[in-house]
């Protein structure tokens, strides 16, 4: 079996009075995507941070796995370790005085790249974050989507073999979001590993082979998107909305006819394994609206953390 890319082993974090991470092992194999969700708070951007070496686990431990050589421990070798890895964080860490360009090729110094080397790779990560025709643009003339995409571009300098993603698509419009994800599909088929958090749920059932379910610093789920949904949610799910939608709640015939019933705001949400006896129920309402659709990751995240709003941090 091919050895974990990443692997870390009962990891700790606490602050003060408060555990942020507590107990968290998960592993990465190579040419894989592990997606981090759970809500704010739930110690997902400190996992992150203490693969990276920037926070220092208070327990566990984080190895990684080089081609050809001795097995590499954070933060003792994360010298070594960061030279293999690509970062694209929450926020946007581009040098406003240097072009897209210049922006790739002052990084790649960073790696040891010598003149030579950028001057092929530059180009080609440009064409590949689509920004060829801004390579002399600087960072304040770019749209949004185009920054994140440069920042990708970026942390592709060394040519990594993992990416950890912070929320790589976060406060991009759907074309933009759409455009990434096909960059990193595309990373993920010619074998590099990814480690994303997302608040995204249709982001990480598109990108994510795997996913590990955070909430209050602790792992309460890992699996497969399909079979995490599979194995916590009832397949078929009908929401009810519209004036006198929530005493729907209440009625014990159509409580009946559903195996779980949800509140949220104005929305009835009934699971079932059958929803025709229930949509036929729902026909002496035709004042209300109503939707049918097959459970998906939302749903899933909403029964494991919970409905409740919470506050960052």
């Known amino acids: 079996m091919t050895a974990p890319l990443l692997q870390a082993q009962d990891l700790r974090k606490t602050y003060g009075d408060s555990t942020v991470v507590n107990g968290v092992s998960f592993a990465i194999e190579p040419g894989e995507c592990l997606g981090v969700i759970g809500p704010n708070g739930a110690g997902k951007t400190t996992t992150i941070r203490m693969c990276l070496g920037l926070t220092?686990?208070?327990?566990?431990?984080?190895?990684?796995?080089?081609?050809?050589?001795p097995l590499l421990q954070m933060p003792r070798d994360a010298l070594a370790i960061k030279?293999?890895?690509?970062?694209?964080?929450?926020?946007?860490?581009?040098?406003?005085?240097?072009?897209?360009?210049?922006?790739?090729?002052?990084?790649?110094?960073?790696?040891?790249?010598g003149?030579?080397?950028?001057?092929?790779?530059?180009?080609?990560?440009?064409?590949?974050?689509?920004?060829?025709?801004?390579?002399?643009?600087?960072?304040?003339?770019?749209?949004?989507?185009?920054?994140?995409?440069?920042?990708?571009a970026?942390?592709?300098?060394?040519?990594?073999?993992?990416?950890?993603?912070?929320?790589?698509?976060?406060?991009?419009?759907?074309?933009?979001?759409?455009?990434?994800?096909?960059?990193?599909?595309?990373?993920?088929?010619?074998?590099?590993?990814?480690?994303?958090?997302?608040?995204?749920?249709?982001?990480?059932?598109?990108?994510?082979?795997r996913l590990l379910v955070l909430d209050h610093g602790r792992k309460i789920a890992e699996g497969a998107p399909r079979a995490l949904i599979a194995e916590h949610l009832e397949p078929e799910v009908v929401e009810v909305y519209g004036a006198g939608?929530?005493?729907?709640?209440?009625?014990?015939?159509?409580?009946?006819?559903?195996?779980?019933?949800?509140?949220?705001?104005?929305?009835?949400?009934?699971?079932?394994?059958?929803?025709?006896?229930?949509?036929?129920?729902?026909?002496?309402h035709p004042h209300l609206r109503t939707l049918h659709r097959p459970a998906n990751l939302e749903d899933l995240f909403l029964k494991l953390t919970g409905r409740q709003i919470r506050e960052d941090g």
């Open 56 to 69: 220092t686990p208070d327990g566990g431990s984080i190895h990684y796995q080089p081609v050809g050589g």
């Open 83 to 113: 030279a293999e890895i690509g970062v694209v964080t929450q926020f946007d860490s581009l040098d406003p005085d240097f072009t897209c360009l210049e922006n790739l090729r002052v990084f790649g110094r960073y790696f040891g790249l």
């Open 115 to 152: 003149a030579r080397v950028m001057d092929e790779r530059a180009p080609r990560l440009l064409e590949f974050a689509a920004l060829t025709h801004k390579a002399h643009a600087k960072p304040g003339e770019l749209s949004g989507g185009m920054k994140r995409r440069l920042s990708l």
């Open 154 to 209: 970026r942390a592709l300098v060394n040519e990594p073999r993992l990416l950890l993603l912070d929320e790589p698509t976060t406060g991009l419009d759907p074309q933009a979001r759409h455009l990434m994800w096909e960059r990193l599909q595309r990373l993920v088929q010619a074998g590099t590993s990814i480690l994303l958090t997302t608040h995204f749920m249709d982001e990480a059932e598109r990108l994510c082979s």
């Open 245 to 284: 939608a929530l005493a729907l709640a209440q009625d014990a015939a159509l409580q009946a006819l559903a195996a779980r019933t949800e509140v949220s705001g104005e929305t009835v949400f009934f699971y079932t394994r059958e929803a025709r006896p229930l949509l036929d129920a729902l026909l002496q």
